[in-house]
């Protein structure tokens, strides 16, 4: 049978060509590969080939000759496109390399498959909570990747950039970068990894955070301070104020002590005087005049007799007038 198939590659080389796509083909480890491959004659034998071993052989007249579960075809022929999709099921790592797809009597037409693996993408310490102001850190590990993934952060949707650094281990990458963001809002930090396998990045999202210094308790602090200034003026004000009405007060009393002490002298000397009953003129406001009057009519005697003490007035209760009677008459 091969030696026939072959014979018959030698016998009709009529030059005409397949064409392969994709011609590039990125896929991830344990996933299928699709390539089609096509003629504009309709050919009487197409093969795939993976890296130089023969896979899949197509007759026109039998069909699929040879497919394992690994390794399939299937008919996509429309009028005038003699198209057959070759499937690589459970792609491993040792399928990467060259897809050759060759019709009878043409040239082999080739494609690459890349065998890629997804690893992990975690941003270390996940959700924060931070300060207003505050730098914080990020730091993004892509592990157990192939080939070295792409990264980039993104925060509130604005792409910026990782500063990768990356270790292989057994053909799989870990690569890492740090984000240094200063607290200014809430924000959504995200980290992408990204391999051509991958129509969208892998990413892993976590959420900043930012506590205002606690203004409740600042308020709280101002209000408690506040209050506790009032209270002490409103104390150090009433006590002052005490003070100053007491000091008023009892020097207000003693005037009044004395005058009352005076009026009761004065009441003895007229009881004196009524005894004596001597004429003598009170012209109310004069009372230490009439009472150095009557002392003087009395020979100082009773008076004094009966009070030992002298009239106790302080030194300026009187105007100078009567000060100067008092010194004369008491003498
Ligand atoms: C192959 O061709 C078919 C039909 O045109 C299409 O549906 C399929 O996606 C193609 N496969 C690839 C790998 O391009
Ligand atoms: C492929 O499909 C076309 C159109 O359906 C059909 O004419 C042709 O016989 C098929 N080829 C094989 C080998 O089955
Ligand atoms: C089918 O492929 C296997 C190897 O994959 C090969 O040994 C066998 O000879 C092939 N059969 C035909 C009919 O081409
Ligand atoms: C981060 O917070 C979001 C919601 O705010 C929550 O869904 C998620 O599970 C949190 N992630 C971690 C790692 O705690
Ligand atoms: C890559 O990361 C994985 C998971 O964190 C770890 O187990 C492994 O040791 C790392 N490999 C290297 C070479 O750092
Ligand atoms: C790059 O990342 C490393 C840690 O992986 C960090 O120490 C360094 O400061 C970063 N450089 C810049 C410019 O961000
Ligand atoms: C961030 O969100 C929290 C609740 O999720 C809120 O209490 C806080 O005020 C927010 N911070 C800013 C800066 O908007
Ligand atoms: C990786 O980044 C480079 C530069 O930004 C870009 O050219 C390339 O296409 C990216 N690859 C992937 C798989 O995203």
Request: proline residues 3%; glycine residues 8%; contains cysteine.
């Amino acid at each position: 049978m091969n030696v026939f198939i072959l014979a018959l590659f030698l016998l009709i080389a009529n030059g005409e060509s397949a064409d392969l796509q994709p011609q590039n083909a990125a896929v991830l480890q344990g996933s299928s590969a699709q390539f089609n491959c096509s003629s504009t004659q309709p050919p009487q034998i197409m093969t795939f080939m993976l890296n130089g071993r023969l896979v899949v052989t197509i007759m026109q007249t039998s069909g699929v000759l040879n497919s394992t579960d690994r390794f399939s075809a299937s008919n996509f022929t429309t009028p005038g496109n003699y198209k057959w999709q070759f499937t690589i099921s459970n792609v491993q790592r040792s399928d990467a390399g060259v897809v050759a797809c060759q019709v009878l009597g043409g040239d082999a037409v080739t494609a690459t498959l890349s065998v890629q693996d997804r690893g992990t993408v975690q941003i270390a310490g996940g959700n924060q909570t931070k300060m207003l102001g505050v730098q914080t850190q990020f730091s993004c590990l892509a592990a157990g990747w192939y080939p070295e993934p792409n990264m980039s952060w993104s925060v509130n949707g604005e792409t910026q950039f990782c500063n990768k650094s990356s270790v292989t281990q057994g053909g799989l990458y870990n690569s890492s970068c740090t984000l240094t963001l200063t607290a200014s809002k809430n924000s959504t930090v995200q980290c992408l990894a990204a391999i051509p396998a991958l129509n969208t990045p892998d990413s892993n999202t976590v959420f900043l955070t930012v506590v205002k210094k606690d203004q409740t308790v600042l308020i709280a602090i101002t209000v408690a301070f506040s209050a506790a200034a009032l209270l002490f003026l409103i104390i150090y004000g009433i006590i002052f104020f005490c003070r100053r009405k007491k000091k008023k007060s009892s020097y207000q009393e003693e005037v009044r002590r004395a005058r009352v002490q005076s009026q009761a002298r004065i009441s003895a000397i007229e009881e004196v005087r009524g005894r004596d009953n001597r004429g003598y003129i009170t012209d109310g406001r004069d009372r230490a005049y009439a009472y150095a009057n009557i002392k003087g009519q009395n020979n100082g005697g009773v008076w004094y007799t009966k009070n030992s003490n002298r009239l106790q007035l302080p030194d300026d209760f009187f105007g100078d007038d009567q000060r100067k009677h008092r010194h004369m008459t008491m003498v």
